[in-house]
């Protein structure tokens, strides 16, 4: 069983930063990779960013290329979001996943096993 936690949501004014970070606990995989997605009241749960976990590949949404980047703590099992350049259509829940094994597919929801509970950002114009 893996346990993620989510921290570092919160308010900030359109083209302010954050940072999301994820902890992993439980059972660790030397293959896994892990994401993140977001979902906005009324909308379907988006792909955002992954990183695989021993090859360090990053895959981002053509969204947010540019102004997110994620990265991984190995030593931690922890996984950051930084969000620079907010926009208010960047509002949402922000979740973190995990896959126990890298099946080559980052970008469906349907591919990761583990969720955390949900952050939420919200960006204000």
């Known amino acids: 069983q893996v346990q993620l936690v989510e921290s570092g949501g919160g308010l900030v004014q359109a083209g302010g930063s954050l940072r999301l970070s994820c902890a992993a606990s439980?059972?660790?995989?030397?293959?896994?990779?892990m994401g993140w997605f977001r979902q906005a009241p009324g909308k379907e749960r988006e792909f955002v960013a992954a990183?695989?976990?021993?090859?360090?590949?990053?895959y981002y949404a053509d969204s947010v290329k540019g102004r997110f980047t994620i990265s991984r703590d190995n030593a931690k099992n922890t996984v950051n979001l930084q969000m620079n350049s907010l926009k208010p259509e960047d509002t949402a829940v922000y979740y973190c996943?995990?896959?126990?094994?890298?099946?080559?597919?980052?970008?469906?929801?349907?591919?990761?096993?583990?969720w955390g509970q949900g952050t939420q950002v919200t960006v204000s114009s």
């Open positions: 439980g059972r660790t995989f030397s293959t896994y990779v």
């Open positions: 990183i695989g976990w021993s090859d360090s590949n990053t």
């Open positions: 996943a995990l896959q126990v094994y890298n099946r080559g597919r980052y970008f469906s929801a349907g591919e990761y096993d583990y």
